[in-house]
Nanobody, 123 residues
Framework: QVHLVESGGGLVQAGGSLRLSCAAS????????MAWFRQAPGKERAFVAA????????EYGGFVKGRFAISRDDAMQTVYLQMNNLSPEDTAVYYC????????????????WGQGTQVTVSS
């Protein structure tokens, strides 16, 4: 069982930056694929980014366009999402998720989810 807790959300002006963190507890963090999803009001949850295990790479949603970067620290059992050049369209609740195997961008493959952290970008 993996327990995930997000932090780092808040209110930021357009063009600003935020760094989200997701602290994991439980066994075998290093073998889990970690991801970020987001859900804006009235919209379905959308894939933001994922990072594999043992330097297997990263994947990003199409809207990211080089603005976000996902990273992980297995020693700290934490995954990060650095978000730059934010726009009001990035306003959403951001969720951290974990799985051992599956399709990286498919939310239904993820077994573990955090409670979410709110990101609000003002214009």
């Amino acid at each position: 069982q993996v327990h995930l807790v997000e932090s780092g959300g808040g209110l930021v002006q357009a063009g600003g930056s935020l760094r989200l963190s997701c602290a994991a507890s439980g066994p075998r963090f290093s073998v889990h694929i970690m991801a970020w999803f987001r859900q804006a009001p009235g919209k379905e949850r959308a894939f933001v980014a994922a990072i594999g295990t043992s330097d297997t790479g990263t994947e990003y949603g199409g809207f990211v366009k080089g603005r976000f970067a996902i990273s992980r620290d297995d020693a700290m059992q934490t995954v990060y999402l650095q978000m730059n050049n934010l726009s009001p369209e990035d306003t959403a609740v951001y969720y951290c998720a974990a799985m051992e195997v599956g399709t990286w961008a498919r939310e239904y493959d993820y077994a573990y989810w955090g409670q979410g952290t709110q990101v609000t970008v003002s214009s």
